[in-house]
Every structure is written in structure tokens, then in C-alpha cells.
């Protein structure tokens, strides 16, 4: 079996220029390449550049993948954004791992490694746009898609003995984004439920997170503090308003980290598993009573027009094909369990042999109706 291999990048803060269109070409031939974007697919060969090269020189985010199991998705992002010592909260090996380039850091998620072999679809070629507001995310202080990798590691090895680390955040729920990198790294279901329980209690009394603030804006420096006064009074309150809050919530998150009990996560995992099922049973209960309202009254309609059906049945039958066959058998199935229902047994006996009676040289056709119990009375 070949290989297959896409590649795709794209810029988030500026558009290539042409001499770096023109350095991409050099790098591939035949790619796609827009102001903002590459892409290629590869069913024997390689592209000649490394995503991290490519992310270095050219792009913010990235998306490699290959049939053999492998998936990663590549974030460039200022180094100012994400503290390193955050970073150094959840590099994990085959999962998530960072370099730093230059003033930014290049980040790394991926699908561990596995023996799934990915087959390609329509929807790879929308995978980096739904992925690409995560690195957003980042830099305004959402660290929950750190999270992923995790749930993604522990989703194929379990039984791993990790150091979690819990930051002041809530995962109660999740963006649209990180759903897409939940679904692009594989991750068991359950996972996302466990974290969303086990972080409930993460939040913080109004009175507590009061207190914090006051200790926080304590620490800035006087310079710093001058700095943004002055900024405020020229009319960039709003704008300094963001930022501010933006710092905090970075300096909270870190700050006030603990680590997950491991034996607890897993205990965790055993009853979101337990209610998983209880509730899947729920659904598939309401799917099948959905199901077979559905049917009885599409059955009450064929009584009402049973006339008309038997003649459709009689129709196909004389048409002599496989198709037509098909197709009677199935209008005779909704008939028999239409008098079934209405308990009129009597009139579906008459209507059955009268049916029958010219169909005698249609091996065929008896046959299948032999199959489904359909030539004789209910």
C-alpha cells in the first residue's frame, strides 16, 4: 500500500509576499500556493521542506498527515504569549512538544503513535481551517486545547504514569476548534467528560478572586503601571483593559497550578464510562420508540390506501426484473404487517391469494417472497 501525505499551511497575521511565493514553488512544484496558503498531497515523494522549516520561514499554523497514522498539527506563536514554564507544564513525548525560533515558539500537537491507518476524506481539506483559531485562542490566555494532547495520550496508553498538571481554568466545555483537535487526535469520548468534571470546582469565590487581583496588580512594576496610565488617558483605556486582563488570567492560570491524582482521573474515567453507556441506552431506547412510531404510522397509511398498494405490488411483479422483484416484496412486507397491526387476517388471506394466483411461473419472485414468509398468510 503507498503512502499518502498532506500538507497544508497557512498565515494568520500577514500574507506572503511574491519573492516568498516564489521560494515555496522552488520547495514544491506542484502545490497549491495562494497569498496565505499551501497545500499539497503526496502519493509517492516527500515535500522538501520540514513543517517546523516551513512554519519558521513562512506560516503560523500547519496540518501534516499520512495514511500510516500519523497526524500534526503546528502552531507558530509569539513567545510573549505563552509563558515557557506553561509550555514546560504539558510537553509530552509523541503528543505535544515547542521550540523556540527566533521571538516565537513553535508548537506541536500529534496524534500518538498507533496502528490506525487514516484513511483520507473530504474533510481533510477543511481540518487546518476549523483548527487554525486555536492559536488565537492561545494568545489571548484560553490554554484548554493543551489539554488535548493529554486526553489524547491517555486515550492509547491509559495504564501511563504522567504528571498533570491542573491550571486555574474551567473545561466545562469546549470551542469549536479544540473539537476539531478532540476529533484530529483521536481522542475517547469520555475523555473531554472527565476533564470537564474533574476542573468543576476550579472556580474560585468572588471574594478569592478579588483578593487575587488585588495581589496581582500589587506585583506590576511602578514604570509598568506609569506606562499604562499614560496609554489610558491618551484613550487606549478599552485596549489596555484587554491586555490587563489578558495577563492576569495567564499569570492566574500558572501560577495556581496543581497536579491531577492520576488513581482519581482514572476513577473518574470509570463512571463518566458507566453513564456514557446508561445514556447511549437512553437514546438508542428513544431512537427504536422514534423508530417504530414512524413505521406504525406509515403502516396505518398503508392501510388506508391498501387498494392501491396491492396494485403497485401486482405491477412490479409482471415487470420480470431483479429491481421490480425487490421492490414488491417490499411493498407485500408493509402490507402483511399493516393487516397484522389492524388484526384483519382474514382479508390479507384473500388479497394474498389473489395475489399469487397469476405469479405461479415467477420462481424468482416466490422465491424471495419465501424468504421473507411472505407466500402464505400471516
Same mark, same amino acid.
Given at each position: 500500500?503507498?503512502? $499518502?501525505?498532506? +500538507?497544508?499551511?497557512?498565515?494568520?497575521?500577514?500574507?506572503?509576499?511574491?519573492?516568498?511565493?516564489s521560494e515555496l514553488r522552488a520547495i514544491s512544484s506542484r502545490a497549491q500556493?495562494?497569498?496565505?496558503?499551501?497545500?499539497?498531497?503526496?502519493?509517492?515523494?516527500?515535500?522538501?521542506?520540514?513543517?517546523?522549516?516551513?512554519?519558521?520561514?513562512?506560516?503560523?499554523?500547519?496540518?501534516?498527515?499520512?495514511?500510516?497514522?500519523?497526524?500534526?498539527?503546528?502552531?507558530? #506563536?509569539?513567545?510573549?504569549?505563552?509563558?515557557?514554564?506553561?509550555?514546560?507544564?504539558?510537553?509530552?513525548?509523541?503528543?505535544?512538544?515547542?521550540?523556540? $525560533?527566533?521571538?516565537?515558539?513553535?508548537?506541536?500537537?500529534? *496524534?500518538?503513535?498507533?496502528?490506525?491507518?487514516?484513511?483520507?476524506?473530504?474533510?481533510?481539506?477543511?481540518?487546518?481551517?476549523?483548527?487554525?483559531?486555536?492559536?488565537?485562542?492561545?494568545?489571548?490566555?484560553?490554554?484548554?486545547?493543551?489539554?488535548?494532547?493529554?486526553?489524547?495520550?491517555?486515550? &492509547?496508553?491509559?495504564?501511563?504514569?504522567?504528571?498533570?498538571?491542573?491550571?486555574? *481554568?474551567?473545561?466545562?466545555?469546549?470551542?469549536?476548534?479544540?473539537?476539531?483537535? #478532540?476529533?484530529?487526535?483521536?481522542?475517547?469520548? #469520555?475523555?473531554?467528560?472527565?476533564?470537564?468534571?474533574?476542573?468543576?470546582?476550579?472556580?474560585?469565590?468572588?471574594?478569592?478572586?478579588? &483578593?487575587?487581583?488585588? &495581589?496581582?496588580?500589587?506585583?506590576?512594576?511602578?514604570?509598568?503601571?506609569?506606562? *499604562? *496610565?499614560?496609554?489610558?488617558?491618551?484613550?487606549?483605556?478599552?485596549?489596555?483593559?484587554?491586555?490587563?486582563?489578558?495577563? $492576569?488570567?495567564?499569570?492566574?492560570?500558572?501560577?495556581?497550578?496543581? +497536579?491531577?491524582?492520576?488513581?482519581?482521573?482514572?476513577?473518574?474515567? &470509570?463512571?463518566?464510562?458507566?453513564?456514557?453507556?446508561?445514556?447511549?441506552?437512553?437514546?438508542?431506547?428513544?431512537?427504536?420508540?422514534?423508530?417504530?412510531?414512524?413505521?406504525?404510522?406509515?403502516?396505518?397509511?398503508?392501510?388506508?390506501e391498501r387498494a392501491s398498494y396491492w396494485k403497485q405490488a401486482a405491477q412490479?411483479?409482471?415487470?420480470?426484473?431483479?429491481?421490480? +422483484?425487490?421492490?414488491?416484496?417490499?411493498?407485500?412486507?408493509?402490507?402483511?404487517?399493516?393487516?397484522?397491526?389492524?388484526?384483519?387476517?382474514?382479508? $390479507?388471506?384473500?388479497?394474498? #391469494?389473489?395475489?399469487?394466483?397469476?405469479?405461479?411461473?415467477?420462481?424468482?419472485?416466490?422465491?424471495?417472497?419465501?424468504?421473507?414468509?411472505?407466500?402464505?398468510?400471516?
Amino acid at each position: 500500500m503507498s503512502e $499518502y501525505q498532506y +500538507y497544508e499551511f497557512r498565515t494568520c497575521d500577514q500574507s506572503l509576499s511574491s519573492v516568498q511565493r516564489s521560494e515555496l514553488r522552488a520547495i514544491s512544484s506542484r502545490a497549491q500556493i495562494t497569498n496565505n496558503r499551501f497545500m499539497n498531497e503526496y502519493h509517492w515523494g516527500s515535500l522538501k521542506a520540514t513543517p517546523s522549516e516551513m512554519l519558521q520561514q513562512y506560516f503560523d499554523v500547519g496540518l501534516y498527515l499520512s495514511n500510516f497514522g500519523c497526524a500534526d498539527f503546528y502552531i507558530k #506563536i509569539p513567545q510573549q504569549a505563552i509563558p515557557s514554564k506553561t509550555l514546560a507544564l504539558f510537553s509530552l513525548e509523541n503528543v505535544f512538544s515547542y521550540h523556540a $525560533y527566533a521571538n516565537h515558539w513553535i508548537l506541536c500537537f500529534s *496524534l500518538p503513535e498507533c496502528d490506525d491507518y487514516l484513511e483520507p476524506d473530504d474533510d481533510i481539506y477543511h481540518k487546518l481551517e476549523e483548527l487554525t483559531s486555536i492559536r488565537e485562542e492561545l494568545i489571548k490566555g484560553d490554554y484548554r486545547s493543551l489539554y488535548i494532547p493529554i486526553m489524547a495520550y491517555l486515550t &492509547h496508553d491509559n495504564s501511563a504514569e504522567i504528571a498533570i498538571a491542573k491550571l486555574d *481554568l474551567s473545561l466545562a466545555s469546549y470551542s469549536t476548534a479544540q473539537q476539531s483537535l #478532540i476529533e484530529l487526535l483521536l481522542v475517547d469520548s #469520555i475523555w473531554p467528560a472527565v476533564f470537564s468534571q474533574v476542573f468543576s470546582d476550579n472556580k474560585e469565590s468572588p471574594l478569592e478572586n478579588k &483578593h487575587l487581583q488585588q &495581589h496581582w496588580i500589587r506585583s506590576i512594576p511602578v514604570e509598568q503601571l506609569q506606562h *499604562l *496610565l499614560e496609554q489610558v488617558m491618551t484613550g487606549d483605556g478599552i485596549v489596555i483593559q484587554q491586555q490587563l486582563n489578558m495577563a $492576569y488570567q495567564k499569570t492566574l492560570a500558572v501560577q495556581h497550578s496543581t +497536579y491531577l491524582d492520576l488513581a482519581t482521573l482514572k476513577k473518574t474515567y &470509570h463512571k463518566c464510562e458507566i453513564l456514557q453507556r446508561q445514556q447511549q441506552r437512553q437514546q438508542a431506547e428513544l431512537l427504536q420508540q422514534k423508530v417504530l412510531a414512524e413505521r406504525q404510522k406509515h403502516l396505518a397509511f398503508v392501510y388506508l390506501e391498501r387498494a392501491s398498494y396491492w396494485k403497485q405490488a401486482a405491477q412490479e411483479a409482471v415487470k420480470s426484473t431483479g429491481a421490480s +422483484y425487490d421492490r414488491a416484496v417490499r411493498i407485500l412486507d408493509d402490507l402483511m404487517h399493516c393487516y397484522q397491526l389492524q388484526q384483519n387476517n382474514a382479508e $390479507y388471506k384473500q388479497q394474498l #391469494i389473489t395475489f399469487l394466483q397469476p405469479l405461479q411461473r415467477k420462481k424468482s419472485l416466490l422465491a424471495k417472497l419465501q424468504k421473507r414468509g411472505l407466500d402464505r398468510p400471516c
